[in-house]
């Protein structure tokens, strides 16, 4: 298992439920929860492993300061948050060093196996800028040895600045300098809807670059707010990969930290893997009747408890975050192992959409019907190309 659940707003219940236990590990939320919360649910998730959970199961502390200033809620009753975080000079290495040994005395405080670096969002995405963050990351792990928890270093990568091989690529000379065993790695997508899927072929195929490149120097990498594009970061050779419940109903994007500006924030979303698609309830309903449901579908712990509910026209919300997590996290296990493909996952969609336009079971989202897996395809066919030696032009 190598798939991580990303803590949220009230989703400390997902950590003992039934049908979404596959995951290796879960990453806290300090926005959301105080450390006293924090470390109950650490506590009460260890006193459960008897009843059939990993032994092993990894917490992972990530400071969070990333978060825009109107959303860190609980984050500032955290001993290391800093009051005087957005009126200081962020560039004082020395700042971070001493952010640095608050982190890590937290960390061991919660017990937590992985500890990420703190980081900052940073207004400009430069060559040094990265050398700065890396540097921080490298004092990290300098200041963690010894310690019962394994460093990991933070870095947000926006997606524009790796859209062609060479700028990944010397991206990812930069972050290889880092000290830590692991990357967590986090993409930004400025421009993109939080509702549609990762659509840029270029920025795609950059960020896969970036990856593959990080895992070929001994730097395993978790690819941190993950969604159905998992499946291209295991591509690329990504060691793990992180989701949290409300990727069903939000894409992963710069947006991702503001509420929906327009209507169905609370709709249930399905998640289809032969369609690599969320689907609306009727969607849904449709495609079940048509016989167009996956067999992973169908296997999914909590497809009869939806289709149950949907058929009857009753609330599944909260069925749908599980079933969103219980694919993920077994898709991401069947990927890891080999027993699937990204390219047999996004072909067979492909024929699966061609199906849906032939019966004219259009989705209820006029944009929801699969044109971003041609740029997927795309950026696959040139990443494999390029390993193989075929392509020379990326």
């Not at 219940?13 to 039934?18: G, H, I, P, T």
């Not at 990080?214 to 992180?242: N, Q």
């Not at 740029?375 to 494999?384: G, Y």
Request: aromatic letters at 12%.
């Amino acid at each position: 298992m190598t798939s991580f659940h990303q803590m949220a707003h009230d989703s400390q219940n997902l950590l003992e439920a039934r049908g979404v236990s596959g995951f290796a590990g879960a990453i806290v939320s300090p926005v959301n929860y105080t450390e006293a919360e924090t470390a109950s649910h650490i506590h009460d998730h260890q006193d459960a492993s008897p009843l059939g959970f990993p032994a092993d199961f990894s917490f992972i502390l990530d400071p969070q300061l990333y978060y825009p200033t109107s959303e860190r809620w609980k984050l500032k009753t955290w001993p290391y948050y800093p009051s005087d975080f957005d009126t200081s000079d962020l560039s004082s290495l020395e700042y971070w060093c001493e952010l640095n040994l608050k982190v890590i005395a937290c960390s061991e405080r919660l017990g937590v196996r992985f500890a990420c670096s703190p980081t900052a969002y940073a207004k400009r995405f430069t060559p040094e800028q990265y050398k700065f963050v890396i540097d921080v990351g490298s004092d990290f792990a300098r200041a963690s040895r010894g310690k019962n928890f394994t460093p990991m270093q933070s870095v947000i990568v926006n997606m524009a600045a790796v859209n062609d091989a060479r700028a990944a690529l010397a991206l990812a000379s930069i972050i290889s300098a880092t000290e830590c065993p692991w990357v967590y790695l986090m993409f930004r997508s400025e421009n993109q809807d939080p509702r549609r899927e990762l659509a840029e072929a270029d920025e795609l195929l950059g960020a896969m670059h970036l990856i593959s490149a990080l895992e070929r120097a001994d730097i395993r990498v978790m690819v941190a707010y993950s969604s159905s594009d998992l499946v291209l970061w295991k591509a690329a050779g990504a060691t793990a990969s992180a989701t949290g419940k409300f990727f069903n109903v939000r894409r992963f994007t710069k947006s991702r930290f503001d509420p929906p500006k327009s209507g169905g924030g609370n709709l249930p979303y399905w998640f289809e893997e032969s369609l690599l698609a969320f689907l609306r309830q009727g969607d849904l309903l449709k495609l079940d009747k048509a016989g167009l449901l996956s067999a992973a579908s169908k296997q999914n712990h909590f497809y009869l408890q939806v289709i149950t509910r949907a058929r009857a026209n009753k609330p599944w919300k909260a069925q749908s975050f599980r079933q969103f997590m219980h694919w993920f996290a077994d898709a991401e296990a069947r990927l890891h192992a080999g027993m699937v493909t990204a390219r047999h996952l996004i072909e067979t969609a492909q024929a699966n959409w061609q199906k849906v336009h032939e019966q004219k079971l259009y989705p209820e989202e006029p944009e929801n019907r699969g044109a971003w897996l041609q740029q997927w395809l795309d950026a696959l066919d040139h990443f494999e190309g390029r390993k193989s030696g075929t392509d020379s032009a990326a």
